[in-house]
């Protein structure tokens, strides 16, 4: 398959597209597309036969957005209608999770805040730790992996029958 460059008026957007960015989020896309317009002709938009979008709808959005007049599509044509539902579905699924610690310490969260991405665990750990070094009071903690709700609701009883403060946190 090979990477058209086209009008971005030449491609339609796909009425059936069951994924949406709103709000900040959309902001933050046109904002990426402006600063690094590059990037649509690494990851273009796929289309169909009929010119209809089945991977890249928000992209196209924030494109016209961004000011846009041409952008970047590979042409899926030989897809059966199954398989066009199946990709549009699977294009937008995020089956992998994002390493954290990796995150924490090789990128600063303003910039990955402005490339689109939120939710930071680690940045709630910042705001949590105080300095305590001018008092006398000491804070320990333990983090305890568990894998699944019913382990970890009962840790927290056993722990909390102990006598010690305990909060249930959901990373």
């Excluded at 904002?31 to 317009?37: A, E, L, R």
């Excluded at 699924?93 to 689109?116: C, I, P, S, T, Y």
Aim: charge should be negative; proline fraction near 3%; aromatic fraction near 8%.
């Amino acid at each position: 398959m090979k990477i058209e460059k086209v009008k971005i008026n030449s491609i339609k957007e796909n009425p059936n597209n069951p994924r949406i960015i709103k709000g900040d989020k959309f902001n933050k896309l046109v904002k990426s597309i402006q600063d690094f317009p590059e990037m649509l002709k690494i990851r273009p938009i796929v289309v169909n036969s009929d010119n209809i979008i089945l991977g890249g709808n928000m992209r196209h959005k924030a494109s016209i957005n961004a000011g846009l007049k041409d952008v970047y599509i590979i042409r899926a044509e030989n897809l059966t209608e199954k398989q066009q539902r199946e990709f549009i579905v699977k294009d937008n699924v995020g089956f992998g999770e994002w390493d954290w610690d990796v995150l924490a310490n090789d990128w600063g969260v303003k910039e990955l805040e402005d490339w689109g991405l939120d939710g930071f665990p680690f940045e709630e750990e910042e705001k949590e730790l105080k300095d305590i070094s001018d008092s006398n009071e000491s804070s320990f903690r333990v983090e305890i992996e568990l894998e699944n709700e019913e382990e970890q609701e009962k840790l927290y009883n056993d722990l909390i029958e102990k006598g010690y403060k305990c909060k249930i946190l959901t990373l």
